[in-house]
C-alpha cells in the first residue's frame, strides 16, 4: 500500500472531501475497502483504511496505562470516525472534525505512504515549511537518502 501525491480539493457545504482516485484506487486493490478512518492529527487530520486503523487501535490499547495511554484514547482513537465513500468519490467529513483542522472550502490531501493527510491550505502551508527547513537542516542525511 502506498499513498503518494499532493492535491488540493474542494470541501461542499456538507463537508465533503474528494479523495483523489489514485487513492480509491489503492484503497480498493490493497484493502478491499470504499472507505477510510478519519481522525485529528496536530492541526490537522489523517486518514487511514479500516485495516491500518485496526493495527493503530490494539498498539494503543496494548499501551502501558497512563497519562500517554488515555491521551492517544482521548485525542486519536475517540474522535474518529469512519467516512464511506459516495458514488463521486468523495468522503464526508464530521463538521467536529473539520473545525479542528480549520477545514472551510479548500483542502490539501497528502499521500502518506500508510496514511493519507487533510489540511487547511493555511496549515499546509506552515507544516510544509516547516518540514523544508528540517530536511536543509539535515542535508548530509538527505543527501545519504539520494536527495
Not at 20 to 43: C, H, I, W
Amino acid at each position: 500500500m502506498r499513498f503518494s501525491g499532493e492535491f488540493n480539493v474542494s470541501i461542499d457545504l456538507k463537508g465533503r472531501v474528494s479523495i483523489p482516485a489514485p487513492f480509491r484506487d489503492e484503497l480498493r486493490q490493497d484493502y478491499d475497502s470504499d472507505g477510510l478512518v478519519v481522525t485529528r492529527y496536530k492541526n490537522g487530520l489523517v486518514a487511514y483504511p479500516h485495516k491500518r486503523w485496526d493495527d493503530i487501535c490494539a498498539k494503543v490499547l496494548a499501551m502501558q496505562p497512563g497519562p500517554l495511554r488515555e491521551a492517544n484514547l482521548r485525542n486519536r482513537i475517540a474522535p474518529a470516525r469512519e467516512c464511506q465513500f459516495n458514488a463521486q468519490g468523495r468522503i464526508q467529513i464530521p463538521q467536529s472534525l473539520r473545525e479542528h483542522a480549520g477545514l472551510d472550502k479548500e483542502a490539501v490531501v497528502i499521500g502518506m505512504f500508510e496514511k493519507i493527510e487533510i489540511w487547511s491550505q493555511q496549515a499546509h502551508a506552515l507544516i510544509a515549511a516547516e518540514s523544508e527547513a528540517l530536511l536543509n537542516d539535515d542535508a548530509q542525511g538527505q543527501a545519504d537518502l539520494g536527495f
